[in-house]
Nanobody, 127 residues
Framework: QVQLVESGGGLVQAGVSLRLSCAASGLTFSDYAMGWFRQAPGKEREFVAAINWSGRSTYYADSVKGRFTISRDNAKTTAYVQMNSLRPEDTAVYYC????????????????????WGQGTQVTVSS
């Protein structure tokens, strides 16, 4: 049974940093690219960042480029997103997802390409 469990969310003030973690189990972690998505109230789920199986390829949404950094530790079967200079518009539920790409450099921004999803963690940024 595949599980992706996000943690690290919370209520913070604008300008501070948070690091979200996504602990994966029940799958061969290195077979998967990992992605982060978010969904704000009343809005559609949107892509945030993705990383390929080795960590050598990453891709970011323009809205977070330069502020967020995605990473992974295959030994710990965990993916991360470091979020710096948080803004109120970053407020959302953040989801991690796994995309079975095997040993590929590809990273996808389309939610439909991802095979497994976590339950999400709330990030609220106050002004």
């Amino acid at each position: 049974q595949v599980q992706l469990v996000e943690s690290g969310g919370g209520l913070v003030q604008a300008g501070v940093s948070l690091r979200l973690s996504c602990a994966a189990s029940g799958l061969t972690f290195s077979d998967y690219a990992m992605g982060w998505f978010r969904q704000a109230p009343g809005k559609e789920r949107e892509f945030v960042a993705a990383i390929n199986w080795s960590g050598r390829s990453t891709y970011y949404a323009d809205s977070v480029k330069g502020r967020f950094t995605i990473s992974r530790d295959n030994a710990k079967t965990t993916a991360y997103v470091q979020m710096n200079s948080l803004r109120p518009e970053d407020t959302a539920v953040y989801y991690c997802a796994a995309d079975r790409t095997y040993y590929s450099n590809s990273v996808n921004s389309r939610a439909n390409d991802y095979d497994y999803w976590g339950q999400g963690t709330q990030v609220t940024v106050s002004s």
